[in-house]
């Protein structure tokens, strides 16, 4: 088990057009910190004159040409990122400790977290760190409503930033927060315009960092409460053992948020093997997964983070956040039905460990 | 590494805590073969309404088809990307009818 990882940490920052992705990126940059961050950008026209600004702001900026990183420009990713490396080592380019990589307004930013563990010499160099989304206060409900990229960045993500909210009305802020709640409860929710530790929560705690895991876990077990109220229902099942208490429908009908629990530990295979095959066959609509399981004979309890098909090597916490040792396991997940995903495990696990 | 299943070849397996510095630990006497052992077992009841079925082959494995065909394979996630090719019935876990003809294999 991974104590330390002293892999240069990645983090990616999406969002949809105009959601303010370069204006969040030059007040990080803009702060004593930012001289440690590396950015790698992708030249749309419309960050053409963004990047120019950057520029001015810090050395270490790669701009990747030719379009979407997220999908045709996996191998500039690739090359983008070594290069950067490459660079730092041998002194072409100025120090840094993090990449930032920013994706154009359209992108959906998941292929870059398999770009990341695809690559195997990338793979030991560096790491994913959070998944950033900014949220237009005045149009960002809309939007998400419309635009299925927009939804599926704020579904994907481990931070949402609300960026104009200085200019936004009372009204349009409640409106995208309770949008941002229904898409995503489990992100942290950051204001652009108030949030002091802005930095902290950004870049100093991740779900993917053995350091900030259990800072990390109890935030989003945090959240469980409240979406267990917001619209849920309880159901028990033929053996007792499994009960998924909170179903919350959106209009869209979409994108689902749901979480699983049970008392009883897991078997450690039969569960893997259950995943492993929900993945492959589902790995696209199963947007993240981000779990606290109590598995026998294991170092502690295990917490489990996927975002899509990637799935980062599990770590443990040292101990429980709490006397509940049940596990729970929250999905993200669109088109697929919470009901179904509940059974299934349900089945595997009852059939797989009385094998 | 496959595209389709995220699975890198020649690393151990998330899942794999027998011997695997990534992965969660567990019981001190239980061998990377014995791990395995289950796992072959379990997989095999998923395998079995499309007539596949794998073995143990060192730190690969061998999936067979119902037509004798056969495939070396390096990780969980590649049993399933291959099965989809060589046996008649694919592992979908949310499929209902799938998951009765399983249950009904047991018993």
Partial sequence: MIKNDERIPVTVLTGFLGSGKTTLLQKLLGGREGAGVAV????????????????????????????????????????????????????TVPPFDRILIETTGLADPTPIAQTLVGDLMLRRQVRLANIITTIDAIFGAGQIDTHPESMRQAAIA????????????????????????QVNPVAVLLDANEEESLWTQLFDIDPFNPKTKSTEVQAWLKCLPKIQTAGSRRFSDKTGRIQQYHQEQHKEGEIQTFSIRTETPLNWTAFCIWLSALIHRYGPQLLRIK???????????????????????????????????????????QGISPERVEYSLRCFLSILENS | MCAACGVLSGTPDWMDRAGNPEGIGGKKDETRRGERQKLIKMVNILLGPGKAKISDFGEKLILKGPTGKTKIVDSLGHVWVEADKIGLRPVDPLDEAFLELIESSKT
């Fill in chain 1, 291 to 333: 779990g606290l399981l109590n598995v026998p004979d294991a170092l502690g309890p295990v917490v489990l983070n996927t975002v899509q098909s990637h799935i980062t090597p599990p770590m443990h916490l040292e101990e429980w956040p709490s006397e509940d040792h049940s596990s729970r396991i929250v999905f993200i997940v």
């Fill in chain 1, 40 to 91: 790698l950008m992708n030249e749309l026209g419309e960050v053409a004159l963004d990047d120019l600004y950057i520029q001015k702001m810090t050395e270490t900026t790669l701009v990747l040409k030719n379009g979407c990183v997220c999908c045709s420009m996996r191998s500039d990713l690739q090359k983008g990122l070594r290069e950067l490396i490459d660079g730092r080592s041998s002194g």
């Fill in chain 1, 158 to 181: 481990d931070r949402l930033v609300l960026t104009k909210t200085d200019i936004a009305e009372p009204e349009q802020i409640r409106q995208a927060r309770e949008k941002i709640h």
